[in-house]
């Protein structure tokens, strides 16, 4: 069975509850200053009240750097980055449903975990469309549709999410960005 591609114009394209609930109430779980309490809360994300369950990408994405800029001062922007996605993976799997996700993608391992990936990707947002090509063993190439401002964000989450599968040596490089989309290459080291 074919799945019909959603198409979801970029003004209607929004994050579902459990990623923001992941990154700010679990990953950063004690890293939340007063001030970065506030710069969210002035941002559309407030903390003490209970969480939406859409946000916007545009204010996500505010917020991560948001994020960045008060958690991680003086550390290189990508560096930044890829401390924030291992964070925001390490607090999805606090949530109920990461719980259950990452228990399930402890028991597949890699090539499983890389097999569900467009899947896992589906149940973040309400708008993303990944295509998965197996180019050789341990060897991937992943089409997400559309562009993370955010360097080296998507790749550390792809390799933590592969490190959750037992994936050795994880490695997640972005191939190339396109008009609707981006294209990245993802391997590991077989055992």
């Known amino acids: 069975m074919t799945r019909t591609p959603r198409f979801v114009p970029p003004e209607q394209r929004h994050v579902y509850v459990q990623v923001v609930e992941g990154l700010l109430q679990h990953g950063l779980r004690g890293q ?6 506030e710069r969210l809360r ?39 980055f890829r401390r924030l996605a291992r964070a925001h993976v390490e607090g999805y799997g606090a949530t ?37 090509t197996e180019l050789g063993p341990a060897h991937y190439e992943l089409r997400i549709n ?26 997640a490089t972005k191939l190339r960005e396109e008009q609707d989309g981006t294209v990245y290459v993802l391997t590991w080291t077989e055992r």
């Open 32 to 37: 939340v200053s007063p001030r970065l309490r």
């Open 42 to 80: 002035q941002a559309g994300v407030d903390l003490d009240r209970p969480l939406l369950p859409l946000y916007p990408v545009p204010l996500w994405t505010r917020c991560l750097h948001i994020v960045v800029e008060e958690t991680y001062p003086g550390t290189p922007r990508e560096e930044a």
């Open 96 to 132: 109920l449903l990461g719980r259950a996700v990452m228990s399930v993608m402890r028991l597949l391992g890699p090539k499983r975990v890389m097999q569900r990936l467009p899947e896992v990707l589906r149940g973040t947002d309400n708008y993303t469309e990944a295509v998965l």
């Open 146 to 171: 559309s562009v993370v401002d955010a360097p080296g964000y998507a790749e550390a989450l792809f390799e933590a999410v592969l490190q959750v599968g037992g994936a050795q040596a994880p490695r």
